[in-house]
């Protein structure tokens, strides 16, 4: 057996050690291969050494015993054998000491551990057979720093896309002449609620709601990302960031109510933790992608929908969902068992992959490489913005410092100005970094177990409830019931209420030899809710009565959001809005230029004027 670095350094003479000392079975490959990953972890802390080389220097211990399990023998002369050696022989290594106080002072974890050891030493060559596929032939700690610097630097693209987004829609959907004026819902709270309303809808536009200010948060947020993408002021950046954000998903109202808006967010609090804590952040970036794609199939069984259970819902999917690309036409014509398999192999990857991102790090890139493919897919058949994006960046944290070596070509690796953590973060850090991870967890924990159908001691919902208005954990759940009929509202305008002219959406189906356009990673939000307002009574909608009011006003900040106004000069006399069913057209009309069949169901909204219908 290959010795360790540590072995060959040892002082063999002294049977009493100078340094502690881990006796392994040196014929034993199993136990070779982790004493040597052992011996990475804790440098010169601990010395290694085969008992077929040592054994002569301590006659009190069988060879039975040294056969049996491994030797743990302090400088002060007192051993440890079995699970407890190993545990001993962690703590000299940073951040693993914690093993050795669970061993020690949580009741019941001896007996098992000392169990599960007994077992494994029992069965060392399978152990062995199955260690190497499953770890790597050579294991060695994990470091995450070029996973960091990437993560880092990528998540600003998602907040700059985010930020730019919505600043050029901002005017139209929450600015002072648009649909839901932000100064109005401001002044409403303000006059209603207390100083309160600062911890339950914090956001910086309690000081200033104008246009400017809106305009200056989105245009900053922009500002910040760039830096993060450069690597200047990263912590701080991220931070406001995050302030930011909150206070635009607090302000937009109906318009960001999406899950992809408390998605960013929650990342965007989580990198702030990665850029002072690399470990923690990494295993709560994985915490998060666990819990977004789990309950993403939970969710879609729970619901009882049919469709999903008789697995026929990605046959609906295709067509109904709200912004189509292209090649969503193409994936609705596959067959019927094509589409099957599809909804079967979504469940594989929403249900049973998340569990691999707690096993060993080879288990754990097969999770990466299933969530990517699928996340690939659904962005290639659906404009989700940032939304999938965001979710194949999770699954860096899926990998380490060498499997990105491999992948990465050495001329990019080279170019990298990569930090190395090698000094643990200070005690505050540590101390602040470990309570923020406890709130997270537990927090998360209690909304799974409502989405289970639960009910959380009245403490535990006191808890969730207090962090709630921060969105640091949000609850996660994506098409949990498969809508099957595509209806679109169809807005039209008229000066004489015989003559009605559309108006046309930039993103969302209307003319029907109009092609479903991209917009990723942009996140056109009034076409989303125009989907939403289809499945819904308008009478509900006071967004939908105020987005026709501005229409009636000819508001150039709303009728910006269109990709065309038919009263570019004066406002109509009358708006309505009309209810069609939309299917996909067929081969041979989509080879003449057209996409869509729409049939009129009715009247979604009855003409309206100004003095009232």
């Given amino acids: 057996m290959e010795e360790t670095q540590a072995e060959q350094s040892a002082d063999a003479t002294a049977a009493v050690p100078r340094r502690p000392l881990l006796i392994y079975d040196g014929e034993c490959g199993f136990c070779g291969y982790w004493a040597r990953y ?33 030797q743990y023998i302090a400088p002060d002369g007192t051993r440890a054998s079995a699970a407890e050696a190993s545990f001993r022989t962690l703590s000299h290594a940073p951040g693993k000491g914690f093993w050795l106080a669970l061993y020690r002072r949580l009741p019941g974890f001896a007996p098992v551990s000392e169990l599960a050891y007994a077992f494994i030493a029992a069965h060392r060559t399978a152990a062995y057979r199955i260690t190497r596929p499953l770890w790597g032939r050579d294991l060695g700690p994990s470091r995450y720093d070029l996973v960091s610097f990437l993560f880092l630097r990528l998540f600003g693209l998602l907040y700059l896309a985010a930020f730019v987004s919505f600043a050029v829609q901002a005017p139209g959907l929450i600015g002072s002449h648009g649909i839901l004026p932000l100064a109005e819902l401001v002044k409403d709270i303000a006059g ?134 292209p090649l969503a036409w193409y994936a609705a014509d596959l067959s019927p068992l094509a589409l099957k398999f599809a909804t079967g192999a979504t469940f594989v990857v929403e249900l049973i992959l998340p569990f691999l991102i707690f096993c060993p790090r080879r288990l754990r890139f097969v999770a990466a490489f299933g969530i990517i493919l699928l996340e690939s897919l659904i962005s290639a058949t659906g404009n989700y913005n940032w939304f999938n994006f965001q979710t194949m960046l999770l699954c860096l944290a899926l990998f380490d410092d060498a499997a990105l070596r491999r992948a990465l070509p050495a001329r990019m690796i080279r170019l990298i100005p990569v930090r190395h953590e090698d000094r643990p973060p200070r005690t505050a850090v540590k101390a602040a970094v470990g309570f923020l991870a406890l709130v997270i967890v537990f927090s998360s924990l209690v909304q799974m177990d409502k989405r289970f ?141 057209v996409w869509w069949d729409r049939r009129l169901l009715g009247l979604y909204f009855p003409a309206v004027h100004l003095n009232g219908e």
């Fill in 38 to 70: 052992w011996a990475k972890l804790t440098g010169d802390s601990v010395d290694y050494r085969p008992y077929q080389t040592v054994a002569a220097q301590y006659p009190e211990i069988p060879v039975a015993d040294f056969k049996r399990a491994v």
């Fill in 453 to 593: 159908g639960g009910s959380p001691p009245a403490a535990a919902l006191a808890v969730d409830r207090l962090i709630e208005p921060l969105h640091i954990v949000s609850g996660y759940g994506l098409f949990a019931v498969m809508t099957t009929q595509r209806n679109e509202i169809v807005i039209e305008g008229s000066n004489d209420g015989t003559t009605w002219r559309e108006y046309e959406f930039r993103y969302k189906p209307g003319d029907v030899a109009r092609a479903p356009p991209w917009n990723i990673p942009h996140q056109p939000r009034l076409d989303w809710q125009m989907w939403f307002a289809a499945l819904e009574d308008p009478r509900q909608l006071p967004w939908f009565w105020h987005f026709l009011e501005r229409l009636l006003e000819n508001q150039p900040a709303v009728t910006a959001l269109l990709k065309a106004n038919p009263f570019p000069d004066d406002p109509p006399t009358y708006i309505r809005a009309r209810f069609y069913e939309y299917t996909y057209a067929g081969p041979a009309e989509k080879a003449r230029g």
């Fill in 192 to 325: 209603r609620v207390g100083p309160e309303r600062y911890v339950l809808m914090p956001m910086v536009f309690w000081w200033n709601a104008g246009d400017s200010a809106i305009q200056a948060v989105c245009w900053v947020g922009a500002a910040l990302s760039l830096l993060v993408v450069l690597g200047l002021l990263q912590r701080l950046s991220l931070l406001l960031l995050y302030l930011l954000y909150l206070s635009l998903l607090n302000a937009g109202q109906t318009f960001m109510s999406y899950q992809w808006d408390v998605f960013l967010l929650e990342g965007g609090f989580l990198a702030l933790i990665l850029s002072f804590a690399r470990t923690p952040g990494i295993w709560l970036l994985r915490w998060l992608l666990f819990r977004f794609m789990f309950m993403s199939g939970v969710v879609k069984l729970a619901s009882g929908d049919p469709n999903w259970w008789n697995l026929s819902a990605l046959s609906y999917h295709f067509l109904t969902q709200p912004l189509p690309t």
